[in-house]
Structures are given as structure tokens and as C-alpha cells.
């Protein structure tokens, strides 16, 4: 659930989305880290600004979450290379298609 404009708009946001689509109302989490650690949370979806994505996809996988980070990936080769080797080393999968798919009939 976006925090990013603070907890009141996060709340009227849930709130929207449970009139509108007629479903539980989604959780809110502030910090990240809380969403991290609850137990209900599968997957973790990084679409912060890009020099943010490293301590959370970090996160992500030091809690054995599955993940998927926006592009750009990160700000730095480092910060992407400490991601790849994190996540190979503790056997986490992170998601990510780099552009867009091309149609059946296209060259490849």
C-alpha cells in the first residue's frame, strides 16, 4: 500500500480500494521493514526511487521473500551486483523482465 504521501492518503487509499473493488482492505506498513517481516506478505514489489531499491531488495531477501524491483534496478553496478550475489547465496528469486516482450511473429 503507497506510503509515499504519508499515512492519511495511504489510509484513504485502502479505503477506496475496499469500496470500489469490494475486497479486504489492504494492510498499511511504515517502515518497509514491517511489511517485510509480516508472514502474510509473499512477494515484495520495489518501486521506490532507484537509490532506494537496494536496502529493500536486501531486505527482501534476508527475510527469504520473493521479489521484483522496478527499473532502473539500482543506482549503481555495485548496489546490483551485491543484490545478485545476496540473492544467489540464500537461494532467493528475484522477478524481473528487462524490456519489452517481443510479439510472436517478431525477429528475435
Avoid at 514489489?45 to 527475510?63: D, G, S
Wanted: net charge neutral; hydrophobic share 35%.
Amino acid at each position: 500500500m503507497p506510503s509515499r504521501q504519508g499515512r492519511p492518503r495511504a489510509d484513504a487509499f485502502a479505503d477506496l480500494v475496499t469500496q470500489n473493488l469490494n475486497c479486504p482492505r489492504p494492510d498499511g506498513h511504515d517502515p518497509y521493514v514491517d511489511m517485510i517481516a509480516n508472514p502474510a506478505v509473499d512477494v515484495v514489489y520495489v518501486a521506490t526511487p532507484h537509490p532506494q531499491h537496494r536496502p529493500i531488495a536486501l531486505a527482501a531477501i534476508e527475510a527469504g521473500k520473493t521479489f521484483s524491483v522496478e527499473n532502473s534496478f539500482t543506482a549503481t553496478s555495485l548496489a546490483t551486483t551485491e543484490i545478485a550475489e545476496d540473492a544467489r547465496a540464500k537461494r532467493s528469486l528475484q522477478w524481473k523482465r528487462g524490456g519489452p516482450a517481443p510479439y510472436p511473429s517478431s525477429p528475435r
